[in-house]
């Protein structure tokens, strides 16, 4: 097991608790420390794990790579050190290897439900709960590095994370694209579900995702056929948590969002024929928002009616987010920009 940390002390040590409560003990736990400066070192040595320090900051990427080359057993798992698991978890992701031979790694989802009870945090938690929930198929092309497990020979095989990557964004996501397209399996276990400890500002929460979108699309660039016409944008559903509703959804903000800009920019000039634009935009932003249907059904079936004002309100927030961040990683990736 290969938990990468920096600046963990919030949440490890009940990452570690729910370790420690496994019915079947981990055959080893290495904590990778990223130059921690705060007590994420302290608390991994009182738990008595392997500790693997950094002398020089690496990044996730680097990070989940050298505490694979640590590690000794025949199947690596990654855990993130604001998730906790459920006592029989690696027992159960053991028995998902050991009941299909052909799966060379195994992906957990989000508990629907996390301790931060403010409304940013229980979006962006749900979010990605209902991303991968909704996925009919038994096996995906997603590896979220939240919990997720490979067979080490085809980790060793692909080369690890892509290093290249220096933030949190797209090195699992490529490296399970990278896996799916080698024709080999990824299960899904969706009743396998962690719980994830994060809590967000909304400020946090803009930033990340503009972080994750500027990295998705220079991906996709990267590889227009295979990675953004078939991952991202997802047009065929090819097992990944993007959804080709998510896109639309995307691109009717942003146009309802320029819209509104050129009728400001029409009513300074009095241009009076571009009057039909509000109305416009608006239709554009009921029609993102009916893209999401189904997982606002979901929230308000888990949370109540009460949850769906504000989700819908951060979820027009997200999509707006998001595709700024695309045209910004496009512009990067056009200047030379890759990662």
Known sequence: MVIPAYNAEATL??????????????????????????????????????ILPFSIRGGPAIARNAGA??????????????????????????????TDSSTVAVQTVYSPFCPAEDLVSRYQNFYYFHALSRIKEKYTATFATWCAAVK?????????????????????????????DRGQKIALAKDIQVTHLASYTISQFTRRRLRMARAQAKSGW?????????????????????????????????????????FLAGAVLRLSF?????????????????????????????????ILPGFMLLCLIDMAVLGWGVIAGTVQFLFGKHY
Do not use: M
């Open 222 to 262: 990267r590889s227009i056929k295979e990675r953004l016409l078939k991952r991202y944008i997802n047009l065929s559903e090819t097992g990944t948590h993007h959804s080709r509703w998510v896109v639309l959804s995307i691109l009717l903000v942003l146009g309802a969002g320029l819209g509104v800009i050129a």
């Open 69 to 98: 080359d640590r590690a000794e057993g025949d199947i690596i798992l990654f855990l993130d050190a604001d998730v906790t698991i459920p006592a029989d978890l690696i027992e159960r992701v053991s028995d998902c290897f050991d």
């Open 152 to 180: 080490r020979d085809t980790f060793i095989e692909i080369g690890g994370f892509n290093t290249s990557i220096p933030e949190p964004t797209v090195e699992d996501e490529e490296l399970g694209y990278e896996i799916a």
């Open 13 to 50: 040590d009940s990452c570690l608790d729910s370790l420690r409560k496994q019915t079947v003990k981990p055959f080893q736990i290495i904590l990778v420390d990223d130059c921690s400066t705060d007590r994420t070192v302290s608390i991994a040595s009182k738990a008595g794990v392997e």
């Open 274 to 306: 571009l009057t039909w634009l509000p109305g416009a935009a608006l239709a554009a932003i009921i029609l993102s928002l009916l893209c999401h249907l189904n997982f606002f059904r979901s929230a308000v079936s888990l949370f109540g009616l009460k």
